[in-house]
C-alpha cells in the first residue's frame, strides 16, 4: 500500500463491536516511574523485536512493520481526526509487541512537559536509563537514497540500532537499513528550541487540554505538542517513518494520556469523534465516525474507532 492511500471508510458489521468492561486494568506509568529492571526490560524487548519475523508477511523484522505501515498511512492518520484513535491502537499493538518479546511490566509514557530545560537531560534519554542522547556530528552515514548525512546516536542501548526503512519523499521510502540518528533542535537550532518549550511545557499543554471539544483538541494537540517535540527531536522523527525511533512510542504514549485526561473530565467526550476524514480530497470529504476501521495493514487486526474510544470499554483495558 501506497503512501497517502486512503485507509477503508467502511464499519464492521452491526453488533461486533465489543461491549465488555475489563475488570483489572493495567495502569500506565511516566517512565521515571519504572524501577530500573522494569526500564531494562522494556529496552531488552524493544531490541528483541527486531529478531521477530514480520507479522505482514514482509523482508524485515517484526520492528521494522511499525514504521512501514505508519508510512502507508501516513495522509490518513495524520491532519484529522484519525490522528488520536489511530495512534492510540497503533501504540497500543506495539506495547502487545514487547510483551512478546517478554515485557510483562507497565505501558509507559513519557512526560515532556518536566523537560523544558532540555530534552537532553531528561532521564528517559540517559544513555543508562533511556534511550541514548543527541546523534554524533563525528559519527555521520550517508542515508540508503545516499541525499543526507545521518547524525548516529552513538551511545546507550541503540547505538547499533540500525531501522531498515528511511522516507525520503512524500510518496516513497527506501530499505537497506541505516544507523538510528538524531538532531536535537536545542543544540543544533537553541534558539528555535527555547521558543518551543512553552508549547510542550506545562502552561502550552494546560491550553490545549482547556479544549471545549474534539475537533478544536485533535488539532490543538496535533500541531502543538505533539508536532514540536517531533521536531525537537530532529532525525528520525521527522520522517513519516518516526517509529523508527523507540522514543517515538513514550511520545506518543504522553499523547494518548493527556487525551485520555481530556477524555475524563466529560464521560460524553467518549463519544466525542468528529471532523473531516483527512485521507479524502476536498471533493470527497465527508465527516469521521466511530464505526470507522482503524487500519493496520496486517500487523493487528483492524478494529473500528468505537472499540478504542475509552481505554477501559471494548478492546483496551488501561488507565493512567
Known sequence: MAAGTAAPAIALPAGQARETTCTNPAKRVEWRQLSAADQQSYIKAVLCLKTKPSKMGLKNSLYDDFPNVHFNYNDYIHGGAPFLPWHRYFTHVY???LRECGYEDPGTYWDWTQDTAGLRLS?????????GGDGSTEKTELSPDGEKQLQCVTEGPFAGLR????AISPTKMVDGG?????????ISEPEAFEMMTHTFGPEGVAQVQESADFAVYHTALEGGPHGVIHASLGGEMNPTTSPNKPLFFLHHGQIDHLWWQ????NASRLEDYTGVASHLNEAEAREVSLDDIVPMNGLAKDITVREIMD????ELCYTY
Open 95 to 97: 506495547f502487545n509487541a
Open 311 to 314: 481505554t477501559i470499554h471494548g
Open 262 to 265: 481530556w477524555q475524563q473530565r
Open 163 to 166: 531501522p531498515e526503512y528511511l
Open 178 to 186: 541505516h544507523c538510528l540518528f538524531r538532531k536535537l533542535s536545542e
Open 123 to 131: 532521564a528517559v534519554m540517559s544513555a543508562e536509563t533511556g534511550f
